[in-house]
């Protein structure tokens, strides 16, 4: 009787994490690494909107962009380096 409870749990068990138990070493260190260019990029993106947000406080003056044009450009950024790091978190680059 107990084996005939053990089948569906397996059964289950090797449907859903199938994709994880079948990833080789390569396949898991190309993940790992993009993972961690997309977080470090998305900080960077974020970092530059937030030089460009706070550049008049911190005392540095900025030829180009004017200032619409740098606040829209540093929301895209900070749209962008939200984008990457939810990339990163996810890690869905096969699908």
């Not at 059964?11 to 977080?39: A, C, H, P, Q, V």
């Not at 900080?43 to 030089?51: E, K, N, R, S, T």
Request: net charge positive.
């Amino acid at each position: 009787m107990n084996k005939l409870l053990i089948l569906p749990s397996l059964f289950f068990k090797n449907l859903f994490w199938m994709t994880e138990d079948n990833k080789d070493g390569r396949t898991k260190r190309y993940i790992l690494m993009r993972s961690l260019m997309d977080f470090g990029m998305g900080l960077i993106y974020i970092g530059v909107a937030a030089f460009l947000l706070l550049a008049d406080k911190i005392g540095v003056n900025l030829a180009f962009p004017p200032k619409p044009f740098s606040y829209i450009f540093a929301a895209l950024c900070v749209l962008y380096g939200g984008f990457r790091i939810y990339r990163g978190i996810q890690k869905n680059y096969f699908h």
